[in-house]
């Protein structure tokens, strides 16, 4: 079946700028994370959503970052007037539940660049 | 202030020999640990996992070890193969702030495997 799929594959945006990323998740995951990846740094959490819980907003490094996920399925997370430090790959995965077991799934990223 | 921590940023090893990479990590709270692997431009995929219950789990080629007292884990690839050749991120799970069980990653390592 289909994995995560995730769109732009690539974005290149000026400083100040919205952007907007865009995840699908697997069908029937009702778990879903952001995580991102700055150069040469590990994958940092973001956000997380668990079906109609409110998100875990625990990770989001700014007021800048915010995420949507509707109907418990597509998300969408938006970085407002962005910055260079924003400049990252954004990924996301998905997994059946939030138990400890429950693989997460990644999606191939998004990779930002902030002109 | 990293939690998980993957000293190495690369290692290369001959086709047939063994690989070990190694992850050391600082929260206490952490009781499962995860291996990922990545290959470019895709995104990480789920390779082996171990809880702190256990020492040591073991898949094939993939084993990993957990010294719960050192707060070190390593994974061992026997005999390694050119396919292995990816960059493995280590990632540990732990009940932290709110519910979720976000993966806290390493900076990964990258390794070769020569033909």
């Known amino acids: 079946g289909a994995g995560v799929s995730q769109s732009p594959s690539n974005k290149v945006t000026e400083k100040g700028k919205d952007v907007e990323l865009r995840c699908d998740p697997i069908?029937?995951?009702?778990?879903l994370y952001w995580y991102r990846q700055s150069l040469g740094q590990g994958l940092e959490f973001l956000i997380y959503?668990?079906?109609?819980?409110?998100?875990?907003k625990s990770g989001l490094p700014s007021d800048r970052f915010s995420a949507e996920r509707t109907g418990g399925s597509v998300s969408t997370l938006t970085i407002q007037r962005t910055q260079q430090e924003d400049s990252a790959v954004y990924l996301c995965?998905?997994?059946?539940?939030?138990?400890?077991?429950?693989?997460?799934?990644f999606g191939p990223g998004t990779r930002l660049t902030v002109l | 202030d990293q939690q998980v921590k993957q000293n190495s940023p690369s290692l290369s090893v001959q086709e047939g020999r063994i690989s070990i990479l190694n992850c050391d990590y600082t929260?206490?709270?952490?009781?499962?640990f995860l291996w990922y692997k990545k290959y470019p431009a895709e995104g990480p995929t789920f390779l082996i996992s171990?809880?702190?219950?256990?020492d040591k789990n073991e898949d094939g080629r993939f084993t990993v070890f957990l010294n719960k007292s050192a707060k070190h884990l390593s994974l061992h690839i026997v005999p390694s193969q050119p396919g292995d050749s990816a960059v493995y991120f280590c990632?540990?799970?732990?009940?932290?702030?709110?519910?979720?069980?976000?993966?806290?990653f390493g900076s990964g390592t990258q390794l070769t495997v020569l033909p």
């Open positions: 995965a998905s997994s059946l539940g939030s138990a400890t077991t429950n693989e997460q799934f």
């Open positions: 069908s029937g995951h009702t778990a």
């Open positions: 959503f668990q079906g109609n819980s409110a998100p875990d």
């Open positions: 929260n206490s709270m952490f009781d499962y």
């Open positions: 171990i809880s702190s219950i256990k």
């Open positions: 990632a540990a799970s732990g009940y932290s702030s709110g519910s979720a069980r976000q993966l806290t």
